[in-house]
């Protein structure tokens, strides 16, 4: 298993509880990212983190969300207070370096469901 | 502001017959465009890029900048084609910060 690796799989929450979601990139990846997709949609960008420094967190929707990558390898993904709007798939990507040729390769996704 | 389009939510072909999975981007800069295919079950995974110009299990997809389109396209179906497709941009030119249509979910039947 050499590709981007996220757990858990499943989660269900009540509304009001604290969540975190791991995802463990591929091997010496410096880019990580986190999206977020919602029934439907597509996936829309949470926030990029290159090594352990986050470089872009535009798109994380409130304060409520936390992300970090403090030995620039494996991210945690936190979810303070779930509301039943953050119901959705959190996807990890990886990529090796930025630029042209750079594929982001996907995990599996966390399946979020906030009751 | 960046934003993809991809205007058919489902898309029903017959083995054999043509595809074409449309998007349309906005950006004011060069983006890179990319396809994505998620297939049932499994991840989302890099289809093929504008950049690299490769035809990838038989599909195609052309940037055109004066329509802002940049189409999938396959000759011929085949049934292991049905999955769903997102077209996406990169603002910056490489990976960061993928911006992703609502995708296209193709039937590809026998």
């Known amino acids: 298993g050499a590709g981007v690796s996220q757990s858990p799989r499943y989660k269900v929450a009540k509304r009001g509880q604290d969540v975190a979601l791991r995802c463990d990139p591929i091997s010496g990846h410096v880019s990580l990212f986190w999206y977020q997709q919602a029934l439907g949609q597509g996936p829309e960008f949470l926030t990029y983190?290159?090594?352990?420094?986050?470089?872009?967190k535009s798109g994380l929707p409130s304060d409520r969300f936390f992300a970090e990558r403090p030995e620039g390898s494996v991210s945690t993904l936190k979810i303070q207070r779930t509301q039943q709007e953050d119901s959705a798939v959190y996807l990890c990507a990886s990529s090796s370096v930025g630029g042209a040729n750079t594929e982001a390769f996907f995990g599996q996704g966390t399946r979020l469901t906030v009751v | 502001a960046q934003r993809v389009t991809q205007p058919e939510k489902l898309l029903s072909v017959f083995k054999g017959a043509p595809v074409e999975l449309k998007c349309n981007y906005s950006y004011s800069g060069s983006p890179e465009l990319f396809w994505y295919v998620q297939y049932s079950r499994q991840r989302l995974q890099l289809l093929l890029r504008h950049i690299s110009r490769e035809s990838i299990k038989g599909f195609t997809a052309d940037l055109n900048k004066g329509e802002t389109s940049f189409h999938l396209k396959k000759p011929f179906a085949q049934e292991e084609d049905s999955a769903m497709y997102y077209c996406a941009l990169s603002p910056q030119g490489g990976s960061e910060k993928l911006v992703f249509g609502k995708g296209t979910k193709l039937t590809v039947n026998p």
């Open positions: 983190f290159q090594n352990e420094a986050q470089l872009d």
